[in-house]
């Protein structure tokens, strides 16, 4: 099998596509800057805190940083923390970068569904005064754990599934598309004012 960029030996799938290591960082990464420069989520200047709950998501969210903000004069704290989506975060800090990707996105918006609740947290939101942003909004937890191996990522591993997200990956094993699909509809609503 071949990556489809390079054609190099391909190791790594993100949904059909077969690409070989370097190939897929690079793809995560394109990704992550879109969805920055589209929504127009950091900017010159900000103080941004990191939450590091030492998952792959958060370790992932350091290293993309650290690459994506390199030439942009801005500070990043990092703070560890177990955390939660309705947690107050105490900074100085303007933008707060929370662990989440786009298994997250599926599983709250399903929840908030299924419970008949406003998805008030859906996409980057303003909380208590401060913006936080989901780094990794358009990568699934399987590109997540696949993009802190290649880069070699020390992370603590976790077993614990929701019924929705273990659902969504037996969706996906046939229909690889799903969650991104998925994720994109959600926007749409929340583009809409679908939520109120």
Known sequence: MKCIKCSNKADYK????????QCFLLIIEKRVRKEL???KLIKKNDKIL???????KSKNTIILLESILKDLPCSIKIKRTNYFLTQKIKTDCNKIII??????????FFK???????????????????KHIKLLIDV???E???FAKIKSIDFKK?????MVNNFLDKISKNHPETKYSLGKCIKTLKNLNVFI
């Open 14 to 21: 993100i949904g059909t596509n077969p690409f070989c290591s």
């Open 37 to 39: 420069r589209k929504k």
């Open 50 to 56: 990191v939450l590091d709950d030492d998952s792959h």
């Open 99 to 108: 662990p989440w990707n786009l298994d997250d996105e599926c599983e709250y």
């Open 112 to 130: 908030c569904l299924f419970n008949k609740k406003n998805p008030e947290f859906i996409g980057h939101f303003l909380f208590n005064g401060k």
């Open 140 to 142: 699934t937890e399987k």
């Open 144 to 146: 997540s754990i696949t």
């Open 158 to 162: 976790s077993n614990k599934k929701s």
